[in-house]
C-alpha cells in the first residue's frame, strides 16, 4: 500500500469533514505556505480554512482538486454546495 493509497482511505473514510479535507490538502503540499504560493493566496487564508474561520471559496476548490490529484473532492471541501459541482 502506498502513502497515496492510505490518503485515499483516510479522506474517503465515514465521517471526514471539511477540515480534515483541508489538513489533507496542506500534507499534501507540504505546508500552509507552500499551498499557499500554488494557489497563489495569502497563508493566512490557508491558516482560516485550516481553523475553521472560513471556508474554501467555490472559486478555489477545483484549483485545489487539481492540485490534490483528486485526492480530496469538491463536494469534501464543500458539502453545502453540491449543485454547484
Excluded at 477545483?62 to 480530496?72: R, T
Aim: glycine content about 6%.
Amino acid at each position: 500500500m502506498t502513502i497515496s493509497d492510505i490518503v485515499i482511505a483516510v479522506v474517503l473514510e465515514k465521517g471526514t469533514n471539511e477540515k480534515q479535507c483541508n489538513k489533507k490538502v496542506i500534507d499534501i503540499a507540504g505546508s500552509q505556505a507552500k499551498l499557499a504560493q500554488v494557489l497563489g493566496c495569502a497563508q493566512s487564508l490557508i491558516s482560516a480554512w485550516l481553523y475553521g474561520k472560513k471556508r474554501v471559496s467555490v472559486s478555489r476548490v477545483p484549483d485545489i482538486v487539481v492540485f490534490s490529484n483528486g485526492v480530496v473532492q469538491t463536494h469534501e471541501l464543500r458539502p453545502d454546495l453540491p449543485t454547484v459541482f
